[in-house]
Structure formats: C-alpha cells, structure tokens
C-alpha cells in the first residue's frame, strides 16, 4: 500500500476527518484552512509518542489512537481552550491493516468524545512515532498560564491521582492486581479522559494552571517557577483512590499519586473567593495545598505541618 491509498484508507475516510463547521478546507490540500472569530486565539500544543519509549512496541492500535490523543487534548483543557482539531505526523515501520484500522479507530473514538476533527498531517516510513499538533480556540486574553499564582491563592486538582502510575505497571507486565481495579487503572491508562470542561470553566477564575502529564509535585514546580512562589502541599489531602491504597500500600500508593505521571488531571491555583463555586459546579474537585511568598519550589507537609521528603521527581528525558 503506498503512501496516499493508507491516508486515503484510514485517516482521510475517519469520520473525524468529515466536516466541522470551523473547518472550511480539511485533508487533501496543501494546508487545512480554519475559521476563527475575532477576538479568538488559537492554542497550538505538539506531543510525540515514540514506541518503546511512551507505549510499549506491541500496544493495540485502538489504545494508542485513543491515548495518543488524550494525552495531547489534555494541553488544551490545561490553557482552558476548546478544542478544533488536530493534525497527526506518522512514522510507521510497516502497513499493518488491521493495526492501522485499529489506530484510526481509537484516534476517532476519543476525537468524538473531545469533538476534534482531523485536519491533515503527515506519514512516512521509519520507526513507530506518532506527533500530534492539536489545535484549539480561546477569547483573547483569557488563556491559563502558569504564571498567575498568587500568595494565599488554593492549589487543587480535578480528580484522583496515582492510577496511570499504577497502571503503568501492570502494562509493563511488572504486576498483577484483581478486577475490577486492574480493568479500571488500565483503562485510566489508555484512555485518560482530557478534562476539557473544567478547563473552559477555569477561565477567569484560575490563577494558573496545567495539567498533570510528568507527575504532580513536578509539574506544581512549573507554576512555582513560573510564578515566583512557594507552594505546600499536603499529603493527607492528595486524593488516592482507597482501593489503590489497598493494593499498593498507603505509603506507595501516595508516591504513585505524588510522582507517577500520566494521569492528566488538572492542577490550578484560585484565589479562596472563587473555591465555592467551584466545588458547587465539580464536586469532584480537591484543595491539596497553598501558595506562599518565598522561593520558588514545592513542599510537602504531614497534617501537624511538618515538612517531609519529597519522594521522586517526575519523568524527564535526558542525553
Ligand atoms: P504535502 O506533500 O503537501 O505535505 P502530503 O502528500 O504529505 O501533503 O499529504 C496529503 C494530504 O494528506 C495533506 O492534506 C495532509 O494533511 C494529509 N495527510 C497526510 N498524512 C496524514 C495522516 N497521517 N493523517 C491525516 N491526514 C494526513
Ligand atoms: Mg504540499
């Protein structure tokens, strides 16, 4: 199968590659044109996931299309946007079909659920990589940054934290868990739901924000950079689910939900005004901590308010 016929076959014919309204020239041309309105900007984010290296080399197709785009519509629930759509660059080894059909139909699946459409993008032979360029809208003005917290300002996040982590060891084949929470993690894992109307609810109301892809005290660390403040955390507030609590251990579990990434829940700081609302529209929202003046960096405290140890720091590459 030669280049054209595998777009033409798998992506061109997805049905999130038919017709949006803010699409006015999608696949086919030399570029996909977009509509935007005044007073709009556009939020441009890029991720790669290379095999062996993000995904294990034999993951199903269907995981990776729907995960690959999760993980990257995740950016744009993060800076509050709402998504258009989204470009995909692929390096394939060989035209497996049946894994190709599985690819385009997990890619579809989560851009029904996020409402992307497929604009264009690239394929070409080489190793198993995939870069996704997603592309979203905001009022002018009105993106969240991480450099908006301020002194006194509540850090939350949006939902349970430690699961991707957990799961990721079941996925590497390192660990064996019971059902139901071996089919719950491994789904958190493949198909992390990008938390896209709590971010478009953060605009005007957050301090700063992002989300959670490298693990939770590792990514505070951007905002407390970015932002010129301290920020504490406290452990006992950090939300881990009590049956992964149960099958890891208290003490891993809270190092999985503290350090283990993947989980693409949000992380924002509000001023204290704006919390009742807040917790009155997503009951699942959790307060873990505070900002403070001081130097930029993020601690951890027991309930007494003794520091602790902070216990691994989130995945980074390196050469
Ligand atoms: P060009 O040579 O102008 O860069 P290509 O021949 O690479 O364009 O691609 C032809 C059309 O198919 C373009 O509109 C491009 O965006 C689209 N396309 C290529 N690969 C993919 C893919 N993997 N998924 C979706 N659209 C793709
Ligand atoms: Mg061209």
Redesign the pocket.
């Known amino acids: 199968m030669d280049?054209?016929a595998?777009?033409d076959r798998?992506?061109?014919s997805a049905r999130c590659?038919q017709g949006d309204p803010a699409v006015a020239v999608?696949?086919?041309?030399?570029?996909?044109l977009l509509e935007l309105a005044p007073g709009e900007q556009l939020a441009v984010s890029t991720d790669t996931l290379v095999a062996g290296r993000h995904f294990p080399v034999d993951c199903a197709g269907a995981d990776l299309g729907q995960r690959a785009l999760a993980v990257s519509v995740s950016d744009l629930a993060a800076v509050g946007a709402e998504p258009i759509g989204f470009?995909?660059?692929?390096t394939l080894p060989s035209a497996d079909e049946n894994w190709l059909a599985g690819l385009a139909q997990g890619l579809d699946s989560m851009a029904s659920r996020c409402g992307m459409a497929?604009?264009?993008?690239?394929?070409c032979q080489g190793p198993l990589t995939l870069t996704l360029t997603v592309l979203g809208r905001l009022p002018r003005g009105q993106g969240l940054l991480r450099s908006g917290a301020r002194p006194g300002d509540w850090v939350c996040v949006s939902g349970g934290l430690g699961e991707a982590a957990a799961a990721l060891e079941l996925v590497l084949a390192q660990r064996e868990v019971a059902q139901p929470l071996a089919r719950r993690l491994l789904e958190r894992y493949w198909s992390p739901q990008p938390q896209l109307a709590l971010g478009q609810q953060l605009r005007g109301r957050a301090s700063a924000a992002l989300d959670i892809s490298d693990g939770l005290l590792a990514d505070l660390g951007h905002i407390a950079k970015a932002s010129g403040v301290a920020i504490w955390i406290d452990a006992d507030q950090v939300p881990v689910a009590a049956d992964l609590a149960v099958a890891w251990g208290p003490d891993r579990a809270l190092e999985l939900a503290l350090g283990g990434g993947d989980d693409y829940q949000l992380a924002f700081t509000v001023a204290a005004e704006q919390w009742p609302g807040l917790q009155r529209d997503f009951p699942q929202l959790r307060r873990i901590g505070v900002v403070q003046a001081g130097a930029p960096g993020v601690h951890l405290r027991d309930v007494q308010g003794r520091q602790l140890s902070v216990p691994r720091i989130g995945y980074r590459h390196r050469w």
């Open positions: 280049e054209f595998l777009i798998y992506f061109a590659a999608g696949i086919g041309d030399d570029c996909a470009t995909l660059a692929l497929l604009l264009g993008g690239d394929t």
